[in-house]
């Protein structure tokens, strides 16, 4: 089973991707993929996935996009998830209008192509808008 995870503005995606099947959900948290997350760690149990795949939002999906927050959101949190459980991690660009089976397909990929021990960076599509802090008087 691989752990796939996709942090956007408007929510979270997580799919537990197996050999033949997976197991989709979506949550829309206000940005906040953490009540998501608790749902799919229960599922795990004590088990632990193979690998951790994160999508990376690319492209201009006014549906499903990421700020340069969440996109580092989804990022620590992929890293650091395979670091706990000692796997794989990979990162996998999509534009969020992905068919599932097509994206399952993609997740296994993406899984396999994984090395233990590296670690995946977050994908910008622009510049950041980041306000310069205001003179003191």
């Known amino acids: 089973m691989v752990l796939f995870l996709q942090i956007g503005d408007q929510g979270s995606v997580f799919g537990l991707v197996g050999g033949q099947a997976a197991e989709w959900m979506e949550f829309s948290a206000d940005r906040n993929p953490f009540p ?25 999906n006014p549906d499903f996009r990421a700020s340069w927050s969440m996109g580092r959101t989804a990022v620590a949190l992929a890293n650091g998830l395979a670091f706990a459980w000692g796997v794989p991690v990979a990162a996998l660009e999509t534009s969020g209008r992905e068919d599932r089976k097509g994206l399952a397909e993609s997740i296994r990929s993406a899984a ?15 510049e950041p808008n980041i306000t310069e802090p205001r003179e003191k008087s």
């Open 36 to 60: 998501g997350l608790s749902v799919i760690l229960e599922r795990f149990g004590e088990e632990r996935p193979l690998a951790v795949v994160c999508g990376q939002l690319a492209g201009d």
């Open 112 to 126: 396999l192509a994984a090395k233990p021990g590296e670690w995946i960076r977050a994908a910008y599509g622009g």
